[in-house]
């Protein structure tokens, strides 16, 4: 071949390099504002899908009995594509997928929301969610995981249920337990009359406390407490005469991993009273003597308003009624607060739909 014939097939095959290179098309970038994969084929490409928001939002947990509520706003695709979410539980121990199978997270309006049912009492919990689109059961574009969530602690004692309120003006009641009682399980006997007279504590059971008002608007509000065995049920006398009561149990349910013994957790149960009013504030704070207590604040109002918390203080209702005895009407509300560490704790404030006196009781259990 001539020096001649050499420089013109360099040429030609230069003029091809040049010609391919017009018409290739050119791959995504490693990263982007809104894909973590590498596309390198126009037979890969996503042209126009973006993640909505572009920044993965963050996880709010919160307990739910002895699980933990996980929820988050949902992040959307534009074009049909739905979006899956990895949830990852971080812990001294190290991370782990939760929230996967049959527990996976489901979508609701705008909100996500899954549960992770395998925390441990007294252990230290975050939450970071991963929004993915997953074709071919491989995961082809994902955002960065979210920030941690807020730290939870896993419970020691967490409101689980209330059982079904019996209501008599006889001088005997079975109150049921509540449904799902597990031996170890801390029950309160929760009782409600419309006499100023205090009952006798049953037998198996230990008085928590009983506080009263006489007069024209008498109350008596009982609480008492025991350790759940295999029973189903709890006979008893409210002492109300033909005034009336209603009685309920109220299970708090022990944490995975708590092998202790269950135990009242405050330096002195608090009970207090109120005049008639549509709000109350119960006093004096209680102070928890161990960490990671759950504080128990029971209120009850002769009257059949409808009782809230208004001021929260950090606390959860738990439970809220009307029941009506012997013609005598009253609303009962259950607050609970998952406390840390040993302190005073500033309680609630408490709001009703109508006037009248209140009672209440605060104790804490770990």
């Not at 738990?318 to 500033?346: K, L, M, N, Y």
Request: proline share 7%.
């Amino acid at each position: 071949m001539t020096l001649r014939d050499t420089r013109r097939l360099f040429g030609s095959l230069f003029a091809c390099c040049a010609l391919l290179s017009a018409f290739r098309e050119d791959p995504v970038p490693a990263t982007s504002a809104f894909y973590s994969a590498r596309l390198t084929g126009s037979s890969q490409s996503f042209t126009g899908a973006t993640f909505i928001p572009s920044v993965a939002p963050v996880v709010s947990a919160t307990q739910s009995a002895t699980r933990v509520a996980l929820s988050w706003p949902r992040v959307s695709m534009s074009g049909t594509a739905d979006v899956g979410y990895r949830v990852m539980r971080s812990a001294s121990a190290g991370t782990v997928e939760v929230c996967k199978g049959a527990n996976a997270p489901v979508v609701t309006g705008d909100t996500v929301v899954c549960f992770d049912d395998s925390v441990n009492a007294d252990i230290s919990y975050t939450y970071t969610q991963q929004p993915v689109l997953v074709r071919d059961a491989t995961v082809t574009w994902s955002l960065s995981p979210s920030a941690s969530s807020a730290p939870l602690v896993g419970p020691r004692i967490a409101f689980a249920s209330v059982g079904a309120t019996v209501s008599t003006t006889g001088p005997s009641v079975s109150v049921p337990v509540p449904v799902g009682t597990q031996p170890g399980d801390v029950l309160l006997l929760v009782s409600v009359s419309g006499r100023q007279n205090a009952p006798t504590t049953p037998v198996g059971w230990t008085l928590l406390a009983s506080v009263g008002l006489s007069g024209g608007s008498a109350l008596r509000l009982f609480v008492a407490w025991r350790i759940a065995d295999t029973t189903q049920s709890v006979s008893w006398d409210p002492n109300a005469n033909s005034t009336g009561a209603s009685v309920r149990l109220v299970r708090y349910a022990r944490g995975t991993g708590n092998a202790s013994t269950p135990v009242v957790a405050v330096s002195q149960v608090a009970t207090a009273t109120g005049g008639s009013s549509a709000t109350f504030l119960p006093s004096p704070n209680p102070t928890t003597t161990g960490a990671n207590s759950e504080v128990v604040n029971i209120v009850v109002q002769r009257k059949a308003g409808v009782v809230s918390l208004a001021t929260s203080a950090g606390f959860t209702l738990d439970h809220s009624e009307i029941a009506t005895f012997g013609g005598v009407p009253q609303a009962v509300g259950i607050g609970g607060r998952q406390v840390i560490t040993a302190e005073s704790v500033p309680l609630p404030a408490w709001a009703s739909t109508d006037t009248g006196v209140w009672a209440a009781v605060t104790a804490a259990f770990r």
